[in-house]
């Protein structure tokens, strides 16, 4: 289920996308805040942290909703919630439309690669972690964030991102229906594997991402099978 917007408070709107964020985002940057107390020698590097992962996965959504724009299609509202973000995106029903809106998001975090490597190599050579050590830990905690989320969205399980890339590139053989089919059975062992780890690890966030993803695949899939009972190859 996507989080709803009715449950969300306006931030602002920038290219007539309206910007959001669940109320449940806040209670889990508390979580999050709490749990990584004492990573830095000041906690306010903590609230830094957290922004910039808000300000990665804002960029994120951007890159979803302004590349749809690009193919013709409607994108105007980014909602941000403790699984991530969600860019409401109604690209034009071609692969190539699909393809381009979808990866544009993790594309924005490739960019971000060099920009937080050269940042990192430059506040090493500088010598920053002797005068400023919260900046450099703060910078190298930025980048495995940023990382570890484009790692984390190209797996080819969908609803992830990687798995509506994997889609997008099997529409062009297979056509929208059965494209979409085959991603979301391919989806449900990948959640089958992360529902899995969360019991093995005790991991109630592991529990709830199997869950989320669990659910879009369901729906995808039922979408799948009432676009081939139409006639939709």
């Not at 889990?28 to 990584?36: F, G, K, M, P, W």
């Not at 990665?56 to 951007?62: A, D, G, N, T």
């Not at 992830?160 to 059965?178: K, T, V, Y």
């Amino acid at each position: 289920m996507l989080p709803a917007q009715s449950g969300s408070l306006p931030l602002f709107r920038f290219r007539g996308i309206a910007v959001s964020v669940h109320w449940s985002w806040f209670l889990v940057a508390l979580y999050e805040l709490q749990t990584r107390h004492g990573l830095y020698r000041s906690p306010v590097w903590n609230v830094y942290e957290y922004l910039a992962l808000f300000g990665i996965v804002l960029l994120h959504e951007f890159g979803h909703s302004l590349a749809c724009r690009q193919t013709g299609g409607q994108a105007d509202t980014i909602v941000l919630w403790p699984l991530g973000g969600v860019a409401f995106v109604n690209p034009p029903q071609r692969a190539g439309a699909q393809l381009w809106s979808i990866a544009a998001g993790p594309l924005v975090n490739v960019a971000l690669l060099p920009l937080f490597a050269g940042l990192n190599a430059l506040a090493h050579s500088g010598h920053w972690r002797d005068t400023a050590p919260d900046f450099v830990r703060f910078l190298g905690e930025v980048a495995w964030i940023n990382r570890g989320l484009l790692i984390f969205n190209i797996l080819p399980i969908y609803p992830l991102d990687g798995g509506q890339i994997l889609r997008s590139l099997l529409w062009f053989p297979f056509g929208r229906a059965r494209s979409l089919l085959v991603a979301t059975s391919l989806g449900f062992l990948g959640v089958a594997y992360l529902g899995w780890q969360a019991v093995q690890q005790g991991s109630l966030w592991f529990g709830v991402l199997a869950y989320f993803m669990g659910t879009q695949c369901l729906n995808g899939f039922r979408y799948a099978r009432a676009l081939a009972r139409s006639g939709v190859e």
